[in-house]
């Protein structure tokens, strides 16, 4: 695609039900990023995949948090048992992972709110 | 590990004037990468510019420029001629350049407004 895309955009959910947010990379990047970002907040790095595989799941808050990614293309990041503090846009971001000035390019986000 | 603060929670600038937007990191790499990201009311994060920190150079890219002071770890964005299309929320940004830590560390941004 020409873009970053994620699916929903918003997403309302109860507290205690599971919720899955996807991405869809730009085409042949390689490099795809997870973030969350509470109001009034900066970016929160979650999880880095590289290709189909996670070098770095440092940032997910908790082992409710999980993501995967398959083909080497779309991830989903899956939120068990949602809590309020869970509320919070995720931002999904993709580069061509040629070297660490590559541009990352974001896509707009999943609005989550936990009621 | 980096950390990047933002002190300036919110600036504002009139149209057509220049504003510059504040940002310290700190780091005990030599070799890194900086962004200035862009984020609209639509949530899209979109690339201002970027810096190299072999580079001395300061990046420029039409109407942005940085001020790249690599020994106080400053890296300030200058934005001239401010249009009303400039209003966003601006994000400080670094990525490491060696090692498997691949990610971008933010800071916490700062929201521009632009007045006429």
């Known amino acids: 695609g020409a873009g970053v895309s994620q699916s929903p955009s918003n997403k309302v959910t109860e507290k205690g039900k599971d919720v899955e947010l996807r991405c869809d990379p730009i085409?042949?990047?390689?490099?795809l990023y997870w973030y969350r970002q509470s109001l009034g907040q900066g970016l929160e790095f979650l999880i880095y995949?590289?290709?189909?595989?996670?070098?770095?799941k440092s940032g997910l808050p908790s082992d409710r948090f999980s993501a995967e990614r398959t083909g080497g293309s779309v991830s989903t990041l899956t939120i068990q048992r949602t809590q309020q503090e869970d509320s919070a846009v995720y931002l999904c971001?993709?580069?061509?992972?040629?070297?660490?000035?590559?541009?990352?390019?974001f896509g707009q986000g999943t609005r989550l709110t936990v009621v | 590990a980096q950390t990047v603060t933002q002190s300036q929670p919110e600036m504002s600038v009139q149209e057509a004037e220049t504003v510059t937007l504040s940002c310290t990191y700190d780091?005990?790499?030599?070799?890194?990468?900086l962004f200035w990201y862009k984020q609209p009311p639509s949530r899209q994060m979109i690339l201002v510019i970027r810096?190299?920190?072999?580079?001395?150079q300061n990046a420029t890219e039409n109407r942005f420029s940085v001020n790249f002071q690599k020994a106080a770890k400053s890296f300030s964005l200058k934005i001239s001629d401010s249009q009303l299309g400039d209003a966003a929320m601006y994000f400080c940004?670094?990525?490491?350049?060696?090692?498997?830590?691949?990610?971008?560390?933010f800071g916490t941004g700062t929201r521009l407004q632009v007045t006429l």
């Open positions: 940004a670094y990525r490491s350049s060696t090692g498997t830590a691949s990610k971008l560390t």
């Open positions: 810096q190299e920190a072999y580079k001395q």
């Open positions: 780091t005990s790499e030599s070799d890194y990468y």
């Open positions: 995949f590289q290709g189909n595989s996670a070098p770095d």
């Open positions: 085409s042949g990047h390689t490099a």
């Open positions: 971001a993709s580069s061509l992972q040629v070297k660490r000035g590559t541009e990352a390019f």
